[in-house]
């Protein structure tokens, strides 16, 4: 459905309450919906609805592409040539845990400290080490994401901060020690791939023995094209 220089890509369907359908029913749709927004990223610059979303006649719209003409414009402007990667990082806390007490004297001394007074006597030495573990596993985090995210941010400037997940619920490798410490999207530009790759291939090999990268994408520009309807 054309308007002017723009078009949206529609079909049309039944009306549907997709917060009634079944999980395996649901996933369907959602597939299809990322399949025609993943082949035509291939040829345009795409601006992605949400799913879910649905018109009554081509009229309607028609007056949401002239209505919203301009926000159309400038979001295309912004991720002309580009598609989203997301890059998930995540870390084997108990590997990163052993690491810490290795380098760190003072934690190794209240380790022993509270070993060595048992349960009851020991039990302010096991709080005091338990916020000690706490603040360096914090620390050692931020310092991981502070060096990766300067890293990819030098070549990829434009990105977004999302939520970080549950790897046990969400990763199909359910690995029950490796968690989420960052979930980033990245706008590339869709030959600037093997750019990326290879800084994070870098990066894997890097911290090896502590993180797991895994990167998403190309996808169509969610986190980078947002239009007020």
Same mark, same amino acid.
């Given at each position: 459905v054309s308007y002017k220089d723009i078009a949206a890509a529609v079909s049309n369907i039944h009306l549907i309450n997709f917060g009634k359908l079944d999980k395996k029913e649901l996933t369907q749709f959602v597939a299809a919906h990322e399949q025609v927004n993943s082949n035509?990223? @291939? @040829? %345009?610059?795409?601006? !992605?609805m949400r799913f879910g979303m649905m018109a009554e006649n081509e009229e309607e719209i028609r007056n949401i592409l002239t209505k919203a003409y301009i926000q159309f414009k400038t979001a295309l402007e912004r991720i002309t040539g580009k598609a989203e990667f997301v890059v998930q990082i995540f870390w084997y806390e108990k590997k990163v845990l052993e690491k810490i007490v290795r380098e760190n004297t003072e934690i190794q001394k209240l380790k022993k400290e509270a070993e060595s007074k048992g349960r009851i006597l020991g039990f302010a030495s096991r709080m005091k080490l338990g916020k000690r573990l706490f603040e360096a596993i914090e620390s050692r985090r931020k310092e991981y994401t502070a060096d990766i995210l300067k890293d990819l941010t030098t +070549?990829? !400037?434009d990105f977004s901060? +999302? =939520?970080l997940l549950d790897a046990n619920k969400d990763?199909? &490798? %359910?690995?029950?020690d490796k968690k989420m410490i960052l979930n980033y999207s990245f706008l590339v530009g869709k030959m600037e791939e093997s750019i990326l790759k290879s800084q994070l291939n870098k990066l894997a090999e =890097? %911290? =090896?023995?502590?993180? =797991?990268f895994k990167y998403i994408g190309p996808m169509a !520009? %969610? +986190? &980078?094209?947002?239009?007020n309807l």
């Amino acid at each position: 459905v054309s308007y002017k220089d723009i078009a949206a890509a529609v079909s049309n369907i039944h009306l549907i309450n997709f917060g009634k359908l079944d999980k395996k029913e649901l996933t369907q749709f959602v597939a299809a919906h990322e399949q025609v927004n993943s082949n035509l990223i @291939k @040829k %345009y610059d795409v601006i !992605p609805m949400r799913f879910g979303m649905m018109a009554e006649n081509e009229e309607e719209i028609r007056n949401i592409l002239t209505k919203a003409y301009i926000q159309f414009k400038t979001a295309l402007e912004r991720i002309t040539g580009k598609a989203e990667f997301v890059v998930q990082i995540f870390w084997y806390e108990k590997k990163v845990l052993e690491k810490i007490v290795r380098e760190n004297t003072e934690i190794q001394k209240l380790k022993k400290e509270a070993e060595s007074k048992g349960r009851i006597l020991g039990f302010a030495s096991r709080m005091k080490l338990g916020k000690r573990l706490f603040e360096a596993i914090e620390s050692r985090r931020k310092e991981y994401t502070a060096d990766i995210l300067k890293d990819l941010t030098t +070549s990829f !400037p434009d990105f977004s901060a +999302s =939520k970080l997940l549950d790897a046990n619920k969400d990763d199909i &490798f %359910y690995e029950t020690d490796k968690k989420m410490i960052l979930n980033y999207s990245f706008l590339v530009g869709k030959m600037e791939e093997s750019i990326l790759k290879s800084q994070l291939n870098k990066l894997a090999e =890097k %911290y =090896k023995d502590e993180l =797991k990268f895994k990167y998403i994408g190309p996808m169509a !520009p %969610y +986190s &980078f094209a947002v239009i007020n309807l």
